[in-house]
């Protein structure tokens, strides 16, 4: 019981930083640190994405110049996950700014960041 | 009382996370990969590239590329939107 | 923010920056990288030229170059290598792999190799065109939060 717990050591890194991400959204009340949570929670998700694909052992899926064990196909890691987490990062810093705008733009309205302030409305 | 409550749950979801992650398949052996062996051996017959991904991202996948690009750019359009200076409207 | 060593480090480090950032998108079919981190690298290139400079040699500078034509020319370029496998095939389909076309049209060894630029067929047109891409809108990002600070400072 014991190994195999250490053996899936990188998913339970997972499943903490997404507690941490959840924590962060759902208990802070400044904008911009729950902006910072939304983050921590895509960067869970990506390590999920590329922890799943990873071979015991295995090399990178790239031929140029690569050891000769990696000649055999059933060493390289799987390419799949690795691809879909390239968009996901890019996807996930065009969002961030999108957010962190946003944010700014509730700050020059509002003149504040406390998400339990900005309720009432203003013209 | 209502943050008591929020934090008791989210202790409950914590611990189904980590009971999740740790039943989970073993970490480091992938339990199918035929679509992944096809693309590793076909990729530099096909798509004529020794990087894999590359392959898979722009030729395998394209589609996907294509939406990436479009959330990209309308994105970044949507950051100009909003931070865009206001005329007439000094307050 | 424009001191004496953030300047002195731009000078040195930029060029550097820009050069790698190209080196990586136009090896993305042979190394690790590609069309979204070589134009990852390349905009923090950029933003370091930003914040380095004074704020009327940066507008000047995009005045001339606007990134927004940067931006259409990464997209219409993407798609139109994608149309170009309705020459006979469906789209994105890699049509110049292997054909010998002169430009990325060569022939790759299978298996393990030192790796050749000259092949990958419509590959490295797409990196070149998404790197465009990615570039012109990370450093619109950077540069609206740039403009945005220093106008701040000058309202408040």
Known sequence: ?123 | MRTSLGLLAFIGFTLFLLAAMISIRPFGEPPHREMDDWFITHAQIEASANNVVTSIVFDYRGFDTLGEATVLFTAVSGVLMVLRRKEGTKK | MTTTIIKTTTKILAPLILVFGSYIILHGHLTPGGGFQGGAVFASGLALLIVANKYDAVKSLFEKAPLSVFESIGALGFLGMACLGFAGYTFFKNIIANSGFPLFGGKTPTGINPGYLNTGGTLPYMNIFVGIKVLAGLTSIVLVFFLIMRRERDEW
């Not at chain 1, 050891?67 to 996950?81: G, R």
């Open chain 1, 1 to 123: 019981m014991n190994g195999s717990i250490w053996v899936n050591f990188p998913f339970i890194v997972v499943a903490l930083l997404l507690a941490i991400g959840f924590y962060t959204i759902g208990f802070k009340r400044n904008l911009i640190k729950v902006v910072i949570g939304i983050e921590i929670l895509e960067g869970a998700v990506n390590l999920f994405l590329v922890a799943l694909g990873y071979v015991k052992g295995g090399y990178a899926p790239i031929y140029t110049l690569a050891p000769p064990e990696a000649a055999n196909p059933q060493n390289m890691v799987l390419p799949t996950p690795q691809a879909l987490t390239l968009t996901s990062i890019v996807i996930g810093v065009a969002v961030s700014a999108l957010m962190l705008a946003f944010a700014v733009n509730i700050y020059k309205h509002y003149g504040t960041l406390d998400v339990t302030k900005i309720r009432r409305l203003r013209g």
